[in-house]
């Protein structure tokens, strides 16, 4: 095990540590992201998503309050793409991929915007069609799950990157 940790750490590989990756910041408040899509609920999933990753992560603490927050995360869900990606034989659509796009800022309590690499606010997800609608809606809605978790993520870290000295 010793001999393993020694070649994580000669081949580039550090462990992450969040303690005082944010200088001064403790707190983050997640605001409600608005849906600038046709998707219903969208913006609730991804602002749940946002929620559970700051939680779970816990480098910083979640609260209700934006104006006891050290940082504010604020935005919307900027798009929902759905397109065909495979097809059968007598071409009908067997997998469909969708783009979800966030528009995501972040703030600090003076008001300083904390700058989001708009890469990390971006993914792509694939998800097998059904001549069933209900096991088609059922994909989908996992899909976006697991896309909303992805970009959720991906925020938390690019947050990371951005604020650590």
Known sequence: MLSACALALACGYTPVRYADALGDAKTVAIRGLR??????????????????????????RVVDNPARADLVISGSVAQLTASRKSFSSIALALEYELRLGLAVNIARRDGTVVPLDAS?????????????????????EEALRRLASLLAGRIHDALFERIAP
Not at 35 to 60: I, M, Q
């Open 35 to 60: 849906n600038d899509t046709f998707e219903p609920g969208l913006e609730t999933l991804v602002s749940d998503a946002l929620a559970r990753e700051f939680l779970r992560r816990g480098a910083l």
């Open 120 to 140: 990390a606010q971006i993914e792509t997800e694939r998800y097998v069609a059904s001549a069933d609608v209900e096991v088609e809606r059922t994909h989908r």
